[in-house]
């Protein structure tokens, strides 16, 4: 039984419009986000939905002539405020990209990656959230004998479940992931999907995917978006067995997309 | 048998000339390629054996451990360490000045300039690579040398010192520009993945954008390195030229001679075939072996940044002993922190050296305190911090390059006229006008990038396209790089043995411009070479298994995105050769020349020729100086901006 207390929300999003010069890709979209459970963003290519993950820890930033209004609460701050230092929010908010982007370092130096810029250089603390951070990720087995070989010699799915480790290693709140399997195999993607399983226990995540068999497969809740606008947002069964909008029956039917 | 079951002989046979028409262009880009190696070959050759006689006389350990060198006493001196020790001391200065500023420029383009800004600031620092050294010798001798003077109080401002400021000024844009291309080059990924991550913009940049950049980096300090080793002119007109060491050799203040100087200074009064002719080449090729350790430290360099990224073998095991290390000491060793305490000893000694016990303590506690304040700077203070003085250096750049054209404009229209653009000069340059000078340049630039472009596009297609490593692109490779570290007036000194002498052209337009298109085609290849390198493999693959052969391939797929990058080198390559004078002075040019050349194997007179013999030979040609220079400024501008616009008009047609 899910019970009250458990439904705390996380991130709040108000009034959020997004604009790249003069095209409007995000319209108004109010939605929230509740702690350990996983929300899925899905809906046909363009619709806004990873521009609106990369809203939430300001990585829009660094996009030439975007502009954005509306607020984001994340623990009573609000994300979008020119106040707030994006570097502290994307420390709490950590990412996941499309394509696995490990750094061209060692293996370690990848997962120690985020730590050490936040300041730890014990190297024993170091081990100790290496391997955490690798165990939780799921990859400690298939790498613990080359932790400095290259990470660029991993295979795909390794790569993005160390992406997935290096993300872990900061202890983020929240965890976005950007179409986090459209780059890999179907094993591959079976095994990022029950980590997704285990990650929520502790984190807040929010996954954008292509997949609707995945975001029914692995959320708890999904948000389908079309143009720029969301259409609707509930639990994931309701979305898939019974929609409320005739947008969202056509786009999950495969009427279009 | 062709796997073609369906087709008739005709499909056969029109595969049959198509893959003959893929041999002939592959053969043809290898003859492209061979021929960098047969230029240094012959080179390498022809300067040997004019500098023999010299070693064999004097004795090989005399000539280079001597400490005079005074061809003009009796008997001659030819000891040329004076002339080393000041090229070595001379370049150092012009590192320590250029190597912060380029690099806090090239960082400042790549990652922290908005937008339109970057639009505008790249352009500029390229303008002042394309400024020829001749003009910023006679900026230096002019406005440099009397404000050292000045300053400090000395009786000349020809010293060391100008020359390494000169040198420094001419090898930021160099370097600006490569380590630019490289960090730029970086992914996109890993700045998203660091600055997801929750690291600072700082943090982004130094811990994962320039580690990832830094063979490229490595590569554009090497390359400015060899500019300020290679360079004749600027150094011959500021540094005074007293073949002395400095004494102490910390003394800025001296005046020095470099190699290039001497061979500047000296190649165009000797007698061919004397003793003193033998003794310039042998200087030659001590300039060449200096270039090459250069180059082979380069390549080393090089070699262990790959090996460090890439965490190959060596590295793991390494790593694995290190782990069974018991203790934690040893390791902190390694660690970042310690190797600023190292940094900091290193420093301390120097300065014990140099200036006794009390500077070393000095230096060591403001180190220290350094230190400390580091440590206890939050990581946004440092950002700020290393922002601001990046900020700085770039508005430094920008400020030295406004000096220089406004000087030069502010002095020197009041003497442009039609009659100056158009004349013949009269009294020795004092008065008339530039006529011949100007298409001289032309003539000479036109014919050199006509010769070097499609030799350079061919070789660097086949080192990349058609071969895998192996031992002849090795041995290619290394000859391209061999050439490209040579500076410009050993490529003289070759032209006006080989051509002029031994094939007889005389001192004529041909000469030059093939010593010219020589000069630049390292140049050409490399940069070809970098933007090849840069289309991604999938783009090959992808044409290839569509059934599109290799020059198919090459020519609508590889090629098209490689344009901008082609361009941008053969920019340098132009500025370069319309500017120098050093591969000119002995093949091609008469100061004296009236006339338009009538032929290929007449001598012609050059703009920065003309502009060194008015600022050095010429008392009293005050305007006609400035006017020089404002025409052949303006001449490499017009170049420059009209290849910049070129490629900026193909970076927005292709973004892929």
Redesign the interface.
């Known amino acids: 039984m899910v019970t009250m207390t458990e439904n705390v929300e996380i991130l709040q999003i108000k009034n959020l419009n997004l604009w790249y010069g003069e095209t409007q890709a995000l319209k108004n979209i109010n939605m929230t986000f509740i702690d350990r459970q996983v929300t899925a963003l899905i809906g046909p290519s363009g619709c806004g939905k990873s521009t609106l993950l990369r809203c939430l820890n300001r990585m829009n930033d660094i996009v030439n002539e975007c502009r954005v209004d509306g607020t984001i609460d994340f623990n009573g701050k609000d994300i979008l405020h020119n106040n707030t230092d994006p570097v502290e929010i994307r420390r709490k908010i950590g990412m996941v990209f499309q394509k696995p982007n490990p750094f061209p370092k060692t293996i370690f130096e990848n997962v120690a990656y985020g730590p050490r810029v936040h300041g730890i250089n014990e190297r024993k603390e170091l081990e100790r959230i290496v391997e955490e951070s690798l165990k939780h990720a799921a990859l400690w087995d298939e790498v613990k004998d080359r932790l400095s070989e290259s990470a660029m010699g991993l295979s795909g799915g390794q790569q993005q479940r160390l992406c997935i480790a290096r993300t872990l290693a900061v202890e983020p709140e929240v965890i976005l992931m950007d179409e986090p399997c459209s780059a890999l195999d179907p094993i591959a993607t079976s095994k990022i999907e029950n980590l997704i399983d285990v990650l929520k226990q502790d984190y807040c995540v929010i996954i954008v995917t292509h997949n609707m068999q995945q975001a029914s497969r692995v959320s708890d809740s999904t948000a389908f978006m079309y143009l720029g606008d969301l259409i609707e947002f509930a639990p994931t069964r309701q979305i898939f067995e019974n929609p409320k909008q005739e947008l969202t029956e056509n786009y999950i039917t495969g009427r279009f997309g | 048998m062709l796997n073609k079951p369906k087709e008739g002989g005709s499909g056969q046979k029109s595969h049959h000339i198509i893959q003959v028409k893929e041999n002939i262009i592959q053969k043809f880009w290898f003859i492209c390629a061979f021929f960098a190696v047969i230029a240094i070959a012959f080179i390498l050759f022809f300067l040997i054996n004019e500098a023999y006689p010299a070693f064999y006389t004097i004795g090989p350990l005399k000539l280079i451990t001597g400490t005079t060198w005074d061809p003009t006493r009796v008997p001659p001196e030819y000891g040329m360490l004076p002339l080393i020790v000041g090229t070595i001391l001379v370049t150092l200065g012009a590192m320590i000045f250029a190597i912060p500023l380029s690099l806090a420029s090239a960082l400042y383009i790549s990652i922290l300039a908005p937008?339109r800004v970057k639009l505008i600031v790249k352009p500029i620092i390229e303008l002042l690579a394309g400024i020829p050294s001749v003009i910023y010798g006679f900026i230096g001798l002019i406005l440099l040398t009397t404000w050292i003077m000045v300053a400090f109080n000395l009786p000349t401002g020809e010293t060391w010192l100008a020359g390494s400021i000169i040198l420094g000024i001419m090898a930021i844009p160099t370097i600006t520009s490569v380590a630019e291309d490289a960090i730029s080059a970086v992914?996109r990924?890993?700045?998203?993945?660091?600055?997801?991550?929750?690291?600072?913009k700082w943090?982004t940049i130094s811990?994962?954008i320039i580690?990832?950049a830094l063979s490229g980096i490595t590569a554009a300090i090497i390359l400015g390195l060899g500019r300020a080793v290679g360079e004749t002119m600027a150094v011959l007109m500021v540094t005074g030229n007293a073949a002395v060491i400095p004494d102490p050799i910390w003394n800025i203040f001296s005046p020095i001679r470099t190699l290039t100087g001497t061979l500047g200074i000296e190649m165009g009064e000797v007698a061919v075939g004397s003793l003193h002719y033998n003794a310039l080449f042998a200087v030659a090729v001590v300039l060449l072996v200096i270039t090459l350790i250069v180059n082979i430290l380069a390549t080393f360099i090089l070699d262990k940044v790959k090996a460090k990224?890439?965490?190959?073998k060596n590295?793991?095991i390494v790593?694995?002993e290190r782990r069974k290390i018991p203790g934690?000491n040893v390791?902190?060793l390694f660690?970042?922190?310690s190797y600023r305490y190292i940094l900091i000893l290193f420093i301390s000694i120097f300065a014990f050296f140099i200036n006794g016990l009390y500077t070393a303590l000095f230096i060591v506690f403001l180190l220290f305190l350094l230190n400390f304040i580091i440590q206890k700077t939050s990581?946004?203070n440092i950002q700020k911090i290393i922002f601001v003085l990046i900020y700085c250096a770039i508005l430094f750049v920008i400020f030295i390059l406004g000096i220089i054209l406004f000087d030069i404009f502010a002095n020197g229209i009041p003497y442009i006229s039609w009659e100056f653009l158009t004349g013949i000069p009269t009294d020795l340059g004092r008065a008339g006008g530039i006529f011949p000078a100007i298409v001289g340049t032309l003539y000479l630039v036109s014919g050199a990038i006509l010769i070097s472009l499609p030799i350079g596009i061919g070789a660097a297609i086949y080192l990349i396209e058609y071969t895998r490593e192996g031992k002849i692109t090795k041995f290619i490779r290394v000859g391209s790089d061999l050439l490209n570290g040579t500076p410009s007036i050993v490529f003289g000194l070759f032209g006006f043995a080989f051509l002029v002498l031994y094939l007889n052209f005389g001192v004529s337009l041909i000469a030059g411009q093939i010593t010219l298109a020589l000069m630049v085609l390292p140049t050409i290849i490399r940069t070809t070479e970098e933007s090849l390198k840069s289309v991604p493999v999938s783009f090959r693959e992808g044409s290839l298994a569509l059934g599109a052969t290799k020059w198919q391939t090459i020519r609508k797929v590889v090629l098209p995105p490689a344009i901008p990058g082609i361009i941008t080198g053969t920019i340098l390559s132009l500025g370069r050769a319309a500017g120098e004078t050093a591969p000119i002075m002995f093949t091609a040019v008469v100061f004296t020349q009236r006339n338009l050349p009538n032929s290929l194997f007449s001598p012609v007179m050059a703009l920065p020729y003309h502009l060194f013999i008015l600022s050095t030979n010429v008392p009293g040609a005050q305007g006609q100086k400035y006017g020089t220079a404002v025409v052949l400024l303006v001449l490499v501008i017009f170049i420059y901006a009209l290849a910049i616009i070129i490629r900026n008009h193909y970076h927005k047609t292709q973004k892929w």
Do not use: F
Not at chain 2, 190 to 199: D, H, K
């Open positions: 937008y992914p990924e890993y700045n998203e993945g660091s600055l997801g991550l929750g690291a600072t943090q811990r994962v580690p990832s990224q890439c965490g190959t590295c793991s790593y694995k934690k390791r902190l660690s970042r922190i990581q946004k």
